[in-house]
């Protein structure tokens, strides 16, 4: 696999708990959403290259805040990967989880920083309610969402195919609303290294758009 991954050079940046905390860099920012133990923090360490840069806690729904992880060279900042809190987890306090919720919901809607979200849910258990609600949430943006169906590896070739088309049918409902393809789906597996480039060619392409191609015509020289 090509070493020349932007995200392989990530290094944690800040931690924010409060809107009026998020940082007021102008670089673009991906934000990355699941619910608890869907294997977001995994997805994070291995398209950067790290094993802890996203720390997983083993206490589901324990983390409550968003985590900023800078990319790009050290002195040539290029965006932002954006940890958002696990959801789903019912055992959360209620004044906490009205707390995230908010949090999230808010940056998601409002921030212009923002470029894309990478859904992460376990193809196990694709497109549950709170993953709907998520993409609600997102949608009306009208900004990009990117699924990975993670743990790929524990699904035979027919329950992959059964993950991608039941994720596939809730896609067609929101594109053929938007009238664009907002919402694309991929298998992925961090042990198996499946569909590792595809993630990667996404979020890059977020953060660090290709050059537009030259059509190989010249303005006119006003004559002297």
Request: glycine share 6%.
């Amino acid at each position: 696999m090509p070493s020349s991954y932007l995200l392989h050079q990530s290094r944690f940046f800040v931690t924010v708990n409060h809107l009026r905390d998020l940082p007021p860099t102008p670089q673009p920012e991906v934000a990355f959403a699941g619910r608890s133990n869907a294997g977001k923090s995994s997805a994070i360490n291995v398209l950067c290259n790290q094993r802890r840069l996203a720390f997983a806690s083993k206490t589901p729904g324990r983390t409550q805040h968003i985590n900023y992880f800078e990319v790009g060279p050290q002195d040539e900042r290029a965006g932002f990967v954006v940890d958002l809190p696990g959801y789903g987890y019912a055992q959360v306090p209620g004044e906490a989880k009205k707390h995230w919720e908010a949090l999230l919901s808010s940056y998601m809607r409002l921030r212009p920083q923002l470029r894309g979200m990478v859904l992460v849910m376990d193809s196990r258990r694709p497109c549950t309610d709170l993953d709907v609600r998520m993409i609600d949430w997102f949608a009306v943006t009208g900004k990009p969402i990117h699924m990975l169906l993670t743990k790929a590896d524990k699904l035979n070739r027919q329950e992959s195919q059964q993950a991608l088309r039941k994720t596939r049918a809730l896609i067609d409902r929101y594109n053929e609303a938007s009238g664009e393809e907002q919402l694309t789906v991929q298998l992925f597996s961090m042990l198996k290294r499946v569909g590792l480039e595809e993630a990667h060619a996404k979020v890059e392409s977020w953060i660090k758009p290709p050059a537009p191609v030259e059509d190989g015509s010249a303005a006119p020289v006003a004559a002297e």
